[in-house]
């Protein structure tokens, strides 16, 4: 070998030497954990759901709808019941194409009934074996029963039917409970958490199972894993109504403190993420993810490394319609073929109306939460009261001046209230009330507060309470009971010296205020705030290797927790 060689391979060894002195993780990529997370999928066979029948049989509550001729099965939530296999198949279909490593859905996977769960169960099996990827679901509040268990399926079942989806591979089982434990990955161990009272929306995670939790929190970290959790209910408050685990706040704050990071949670149908911080300084955030077969049919993609954890919402914008049961109409068909996406949100929309005129109409929410009896006078002026309400709010916003000598839009009786209406080129209140509600679903709910749809809603619903209280409040046969029971309900009461409209309108427009403030404050604040600071939709949050930066002043303490609320209440007024 000439000196020319020897050169060459001097310098060749010493690369090699130099190369091989660096750590391989420089350049390995650095592992990655994606998965898709799919809730509230609400499948439900066509067996169980039945064929799509005529109008008349739905035609309950269907008073003022638009379209209805497209939209007259639609449900009081907007779940797309007859259309929820061929969504869930499209969902599933995506998945097993994605380059996720695994699905998690968080609960309510049917509707309840064993032969939905049968077919779910195998739909799931099918993607399982055609993507070679697994699938891990926890129950929901929906998925069993405590009765009917002809039809329907208890908590023992449903874990002998899921139990290819997370509990034959899991590490660690919960004796008191569905939970259990399972490895993702080398980095990562997933706690399914089952937090159900069945027949009841709120949930509950029971000191032993709590226990159970922190218990296998630990063994994850002892074991070198970072530990994330899924569980139906909500873990953290997402709007100011909602329904929530009891003592929600402790059990966050501990498993905050056991080092759980992230909880992936669903069942109030809407995109939404909320964090806060314990005393010690640790951050937990509850990302909850919407129904799949209410508009906008979304599911989230997740991707996490140690630096960040990224959640990407996407949606379902096409169904085959051969999975649809029979009797679907060529209009139908056609809406559903050409976009999905708008056929959804008008599907949602008349879901809405059925909801306003199911509730609205009669006294039997209202009379139910002021505690009347049903045989009682102030029931029935109640009644009275709502069913008015609810007639006003099915005529059209806007009045098109064909028949002045009528009183047949609400634009008329706000004139009469004193009420202006924003303009707008909605034609129906039911409208106002899906958009404000689609927006909370989607995600971007404090975008209502800039647009016209909130003002609007307040305002027609504040010009046909004002209309409506003056009639009963004035009236020769309902006078007596109504002021007794506005005063004792509303803290206001007609004297006899009103005599005048402009009187009377006057304190028909504060019995308005305080009904609304009292009723719908909460309701609408929930909707239209955003109670935590991560974005919904899409979000990106600091990862397992990072301290985190989101909103370090909410934290889980009593004080704190009030501080934070009356801040957004002042917001809200403002």
């Avoid at 159970?212 to 630990?218: G, K, L, M, P, R």
């Avoid at 047949?408 to 009420?419: F, T």
């Amino acid at each position: 070998m000439n000196k020319k060689s020897i050169k060459i391979l001097s310098v060749f060894l010493c690369i090699i030497l130099v190369i091989s002195s660096i750590p391989i993780a420089t350049f390995a990529k650095e592992k990655e954990l994606k998965f898709t997370i799919a809730s509230d999928t609400h499948f439900q066979c066509r067996s169980d759901v039945g064929a799509l029948t005529s109008a008349d049989d739905f035609g309950e509550f269907a008073e003022g709808m638009l379209n209805s001729e497209t939209y007259y099965h639609a449900t009081f939530q907007g779940q797309m019941n007859h259309e929820s296999e061929a969504i869930n198949r499209k969902m599933l279909e995506e998945f097993a194409k994605s380059d996720s490593d695994f699905l998690l859905i968080p609960g309510d996977l049917t509707c309840g009934k064993r032969e939905s769960h049968k077919q779910f169960a195998q739909l799931l099996k099918d993607t399982e074996k055609k993507s070679g990827k697994k699938i891990f679901v926890i129950c929901g509040n929906h998925d069993c029963d405590t009765d009917n268990l002809d039809k329907y399926i208890d908590i023992n079942e449903f874990k002998k039917l899921y139990a290819d989806f997370g509990y034959n591979e899991a590490v660690a089982k919960d004796p008191n409970s569905a939970s259990y434990a399972v490895d993702l990955s080398k980095e990562y161990r997933l706690i399914a958490i089952d937090s159900c009272i069945y027949g009841e929306d709120n949930g509950q995670v029971t000191d032993s199972t709590l226990n159970w939790v922190i218990a296998q929190a630990e063994k994850a970290k002892a074991d070198g894993k970072n530990v994330m959790a899924m569980m139906h209910h909500s873990l953290l408050p997402h709007f100011s109504v909602q329904p929530m685990i009891k003592n929600y706040a402790k059990i966050a704050e501990k498993m905050a403190n056991a080092g759980i990071k992230v909880v992936f949670s669903g069942h109030l149908h809407a995109n939404d993420a909320s964090v806060a911080n314990t005393k010690e300084g640790n951050t937990i955030y509850d990302i909850q993810t919407g129904s799949l077969i209410t508009s906008p049919n979304a599911y989230r993609i997740v991707n996490v490394t140690s630096e960040k954890i990224n959640i990407e919402s996407r949606y379902i914008t096409e169904i085959d319609t051969k999975y649809l049961p029979e009797g679907f109409s060529e209009t139908q068909l056609n809406a559903i073929k050409n976009d999905f996406a708008s056929y959804s949100s008008g599907y949602f929309e008349a879901g809405i109306c059925r909801w306003l005129n199911r509730y609205i109409g009669s006294a039997g929410k209202l009379g139910k939460m002021i505690k009347l009896s049903p045989d009682s006078a102030g029931y029935k002026i109640v009644d009275s009261l709502m069913k008015n309400v609810g007639e006003a709010l099915l005529l059209p916003i806007y009045d098109d001046g064909k028949t002045p000598e009528k009183i047949d839009s609400i634009e008329e009786i706000a004139k009469l209230a004193n009420v202006e209406l924003p303009k707008s080129n909605y034609e129906k209140v039911y409208q106002l009330a899906a958009k404000i509600m689609g927006g909370f679903y989607h995600g971007d709910e404090a975008e209502s507060l800039k647009t016209v749809e909130f003002p609007l809603f307040y305002a027609c619903f504040k010009a046909v309470l004002v209309r409506t209280i003056s009639n009963l409040a004035f009236s020769t046969k309902t006078s007596k009971v109504f002021n007794s029971l506005s005063q004792q309900i509303f803290g206001v009461a007609p004297y006899e010296k009103m005599l005048s409209d402009s009187e009377k309108i006057l304190y028909s427009s504060k019995a308005a205020d305080n009904i609304l403030e009292s009723l719908l404050f909460n309701l609408c604040d929930g909707l239209v705030t955003d109670l935590s600071e991560p974005s919904d939709i899409n979000l990106s949050i600091d990862g397992y290797g990072k301290n985190d930066s989101f909103n370090k002043e909410f934290q889980l303490s009593v004080l704190k927790r009030i501080i934070y609320f009356l801040k957004g209440f002042i917001a809200y007024i403002l």
